[in-house]
């Protein structure tokens, strides 16, 4: 069931639990509960939000406070439908700080999913043994950090990396790649009402000419957002704005 915004819902504090109960207690502990009592120093009576980053949430009051944990009651809890389209954010690697940027900034716009995507130009690379999977991680942490921060009912999934001949074969509903060169404009693009929607977002040296081959032969299209350039960093977060604008998904 999807639910206006309402300060209620989006003004106190989020903590991730495992589960949302429907009522009682709600002890966080942990690194929850040290960033309940000890960074955000929650006081009783104070009342927070609990979700599961999967779609449930509950508003809880704070009925103790002691070292590293808080016990909370449970108010009323909600479960939030996925919107009917789905948009996933094609990332290419990007070096340094700018990755996590680029999953903050996105997460933060309400994007459902992120593939990392290893695109010829990519400055970084993933290797498949522990340095990917640390870089991978780093994606997950920083999406779910964003979601708490953003009082999101679910956190992104970030998936494993994929190559370009793996976004050309996913059967999506529709798959947008941002060329500052297209003719057409996002502003105007036909959108699906439902199913998954691709937003692919090129590296700083921008999407090569058999990389672009490749997917509009699997039905993308090429879109600009304006007149300027967008680092990959922050290119799908005003992106996912305007999405979010013309789909209702913020209405």
């Known amino acids: 069931m999807t639910h206006a915004v309402s300060e209620a819902w989006s003004r106190p504090a989020l903590f991730w639990v495992e589960t949302v109960p429907e ?3 709600v002890l966080l502990e942990g690194a929850e509960g040290r960033h309940a009592a ?3 120093r929650v006081r009783p009576g104070e009342v927070v939000l609990l979700g599961d980053g999967a779609g449930t949430r509950a508003r809880a009051r704070v009925t103790e406070v ?3 944990r808080v016990t909370t009651s449970v108010l009323e809890r909600r479960a939030e439908d996925e919107p009917p389209l789905r948009i996933t954010l094609a990332q290419a690697l990007v070096k340094g700080d700018r990755a996590e ?4 900034l996105a997460t933060e716009a309400g994007v459902d999913a992120i593939l990392p995507w290893r695109a010829d130009r990519c400055v970084a690379r993933w290797d498949d043994g522990v340095r990917g ?7 997950r942490a920083t999406a779910r950090e964003a979601a708490k921060q953003a009082r999101r009912a679910r956190v992104p999934d970030v998936a494993p990396p994929a190559t370009t001949r793996d976004l050309a074969a996913r059967d999506a509903d529709a798959v947008l790649v941002l060329e500052a060169t297209a003719a057409e404009s996002l502003a105007g693009v036909a959108l699906p009402e439902r199913g998954e929607l691709v ?12 990389e672009r081959a490749l997917l509009a032969g699997a039905g993308a299209r090429e879109v600009r957002m304006g007149p300027g350039v967008l680092r990959t960093s922050t290119a799908a977060a005003v992106a996912l704005g305007a999405l979010g604008a013309r789909t209702g998904r913020w209405g």
């Open 38 to 40: 000890d960074v955000r």
């Open 101 to 104: 940027l680029a999953v903050e």
């Open 66 to 68: 002691g070292r590293s």
């Open 199 to 210: 937003l692919v977002v090129g590296p700083e040296g921008g999407v090569t000419d058999d």
């Open 133 to 139: 999977e640390k870089a991978l991680a780093r994606w």
């Open 23 to 25: 009522g009682g207690e």
